[in-house]
């Protein structure tokens, strides 16, 4: 499997290039990098603003100054995200909350330890002027719906609203069909086809799936082994990442012009909107918690629903499958401004 890595010396180097006009991330010196853990991390997809507050972590220096050399490895469709970092061939990877139950439930030692979308980022996208507005609605209807007909949000609609109507066929990955039917529905992340849409002109709306299915997302797992050995440099990575993420949510425009550096297939705009529109799934609202939450009643009412939908035979102890991020230290208040 050819594998397309992203070393902290390269992202720097990118960096420079792409933001020559803003201050230059902060590095160590020739003596402290030499002092550095690496780290490997197995993305799930390419850089795209779903791991803004990593590439954030890596421009401002964070992984760095936490004594960490990062490498983002780029991933995709087919990179076994899950197995690779159970296995301990990386230590971190992206990877579904579902699939840290299912891989457990099969004897695997993977470990969620941070959570980058609060809420489902998984949604339906359709044509705006189409009237249906509900999950419901769209299950009750005949519509032709582009859709994974094996994941378990298919079946607990199916169980919840019979979609006998309906006329499922496979996900294609594109909008070529959706573009061409006004009256059709595919699965879409809220982050990509969405934003292709509005970049095309293409009046859309979306319906989430949250609703009926609501897994944490792009979760940040290690394996039980690493984990065990290096319990500082799991918990330094982890607050970086959040420190990261607060700072990529604050300003996103600082840091996507380096992300597009590296992915050019997703112009700088449609990276901007992407950041905008996942803001509310990965930021929670005041006093709702925190970036990288997780809580065991999350987890546990997964894993009943991974049961119920025949994905596993028995949900795996779930105070075994994650580690509850620390919350952050509040930001240190403004100093007070003298008057004369």
């Not at 550095?36 to 890596?58: R, T």
């Not at 960490?68 to 990877?95: T, W």
């Not at 339906?124 to 582009?146: C, D, K, Y």
């Not at 299915?213 to 082994?225: D, G, L, M, R």
């Amino acid at each position: 499997m050819k594998r397309t890595s992203l070393s902290l010396a390269h992202f720097l180097a990118i960096v420079t290039l792409a933001l020559a006009a803003c201050d230059k991330p902060s590095s160590p010196g020739a003596s402290g990098a030499a002092a550095l853990v690496s780290i490997q991390v197995q993305l799930n997809w390419v850089p795209e603003p779903e791991f803004g507050g990593m590439y954030a972590a890596l421009q401002d220096g964070l992984y760095s100054q936490a004594g960490m050399n990062v490498e983002l490895i780029k991933g995709g469709g087919q990179v076994p995200c899950a197995q690779l970092v159970a296995s301990g061939r990386v230590p971190f990877a992206l990877v579904s909350a579902e699939e840290v139950l299912t891989m457990r439930a099969r004897g695997g030692s993977i470990v969620g330890v941070f959570a980058t979308f609060q809420e489902n980022p998984m949604a339906f996208l359709l044509h705006e002027a189409n009237p249906i507005n509900t999950l419901e609605q769209l299950w009750r209807s005949n519509s032709m719906v582009g859709v994974n007909v094996g994941l378990p949000y298919v079946t607990i609609l199916n169980e919840k609203y019979s979609g006998a109507g309906l006329k499922l066929v496979p996900y294609s990955g594109g909008l070529a069909t959706f573009l061409v039917t006004p009256d059709s529905a595919q699965q879409c992340f809220i982050a990509s086809e969405p934003v292709e849409c509005k970049v095309r002109g293409v009046p859309v709306k979306i319906i989430s799936m949250a609703e009926v299915f609501n897994p944490y997302a792009a979760v940040v797992a290690t394996n039980e082994a690493f984990l065990k050995q290096n319990p500082a440099v799991v918990e330094a990575f982890v607050q970086a990442t959040q420190e990261g993420w607060r700072r990529y949510l604050a300003t996103p425009q600082k840091y996507n012009p380096a992300i597009v550096a590296l992915n050019p297939s997703m112009s700088l705009e449609a990276m901007n909107i992407a950041a905008e529109i996942e803001r509310s799934s990965i930021e929670p609202a005041a006093g709702k918690g925190f970036i990288g939450e997780m809580t065991a009643a999350r987890w546990e009412a997964l894993g009943k629903q991974l049961v119920a939908c025949k994905v596993i035979d028995v949900c795996p102890p779930v105070n075994e499958a994650f580690v509850a991020p620390r919350a952050p230290a509040p930001s240190p208040a403004p100093a007070p401004t003298s008057t004369p």
